[in-house]
């Protein structure tokens, strides 16, 4: 399809999913809102797409062309998160466990073919400036930046690289931040690039007080990495901030920037995780919008966070657990700090000392001669014997793996199914994900 038409109609869809008002005009058949031509086209694309069925209009020119775009991006993911972009293969077996779990955890994760976890993300602020009222990790106030330290930047990056492989590239330069407010991100994102060839996708809230910089961003990144690879993204925090944008980008501009409406009023559903808790008058899902499983690295205190996503509650709000806090000094110590917090938190193994039991979020069912292990509308049958009846009680009684025959036994069982990527072990938690979806220590 001619980009200049599906540039147009990408802003008339991003206008009817964020603002109610044309919503409503559009729904009540008050087609003016679309050129004349495109009165049958451009409607029953949106809602095929709303829907999550563009698929089935092949016909329809911008639902076909929306699954091109889509799949492109998809296509890059999938490439991306193989074990040739990780040095380390522990890391990377981790990453796969963690996405079983959090896909057992959640239907919603499990149905979105693009959700990933990186192994690393980069705070260059302290806090945020914007302060959504949509943010599920509910970052802090903004309070300072961190200044640009190219050696200390590069030689972090490097060891990330040494480490980590060339998936550190792709890593995030924000969390619980607005890359925008550090002035210098730009030179930070330089600096990725020329040490690991890729620049991180980046997703920015300030985009109507910035407009210069999207502008600079779009043209750093190139039509190739905002079409095939989705570089860029624009959070919408409201329907004027959305009009703004509007004015100021021509459709043409951001016809491979992808919008994200986080706005009151429109069609999309949040994460009931962070400020979006107290939102009562807002449709939510349970899940975390957390993309980090691994290091949160934060430049302006030089601390170093090991977290991990998992479904939001009273507990952990904002949808991650925190497993250890460090600091560092300079980019050696950086790189030994690194590495500890991975061997200690993502062992290819289970810890010999730790008790263990089932996982919350699973429930135990029994059927026929079969006994159920049931996450998010998805199970895993194993047979209902005496042994598996012993090893589950054990687990719901928080067992200890000691060192007599039957509990070696135990161990042995358990490691096969971690190697499988059948469980996961984060310190004193076990987890198990994707095809055993039932183990959580404490």
Known sequence: MDALRFARFKRLMEKWQIDPVFRSKAESGSFAVFPSEETGLMPEAIHAIHNGNALRFPSNPYAREFCERFFRCSRYLSELFQPDSFHDPEVYGYL???????????????????????????????????????????????????PYDRDLWRGIIQESFDFLGPITGECPCYFATEPLDNPDYERFLDDVESITGHIPQTTTAAADREPERIRGLIQRLGEDRLRD?????????????????????????????????NNRGSVYRISDSGRNRSNHDR??????????????????????????????????????????????????????????????????????????????????????????LVGDGVAFRIPDNRWNEAILKGLADGAALRKSFSHWVFRKILNRMFMRCWIRCSGADILFSGRWPVVSGQ
Request: proline residues 6%; hydrophobic residues 35%.
């Open 96 to 146: 796969q466990r963690i996405r079983n779990r959090c896909r057992m955890e959640s239907a919603l994760v499990r149905f979105h073919p693009n959700i990933y976890y990186y192994p690393i993300a980069f705070e260059l602020s302290r806090g945020c400036r914007i302060g959504c009222d949509f943010c599920g990790l509910m970052a802090e106030r903004w309070t300072a930046n961190a």
């Open 229 to 261: 690879q989705s570089r860029l993204r624009l959070s919408i925090r409201s329907v004027r901030q959305f009009e703004r944008i509007a004015e100021l980008f021509s459709p043409e501009e951001l016809a491979y920037v992808e919008l994200l409406p």
């Open 283 to 372: 449709e939510k899902y349970r899940y975390s919008i957390s993309c980090l499983a691994g290091v949160r690295v934060n430049l302006t205190d030089r601390s170093m966070t090991f977290l991990e996503p998992v479904l939001p509650d009273e507990t952990r709000p904002c949808g991650y657990r925190v497993l250890e806090t460090l600091s560092f000094d300079n980019s050696g110590d950086y790189r030994e700090k690194l590495v500890g917090l991975f061997r200690r938190h993502a062992p290819a193994g289970l810890p010999k000392d730790k008790s263990i039991r089932i996982h919350p979020e699973v429930k135990i069912r029994k059927e026929a001669d079969q006994i159920l």
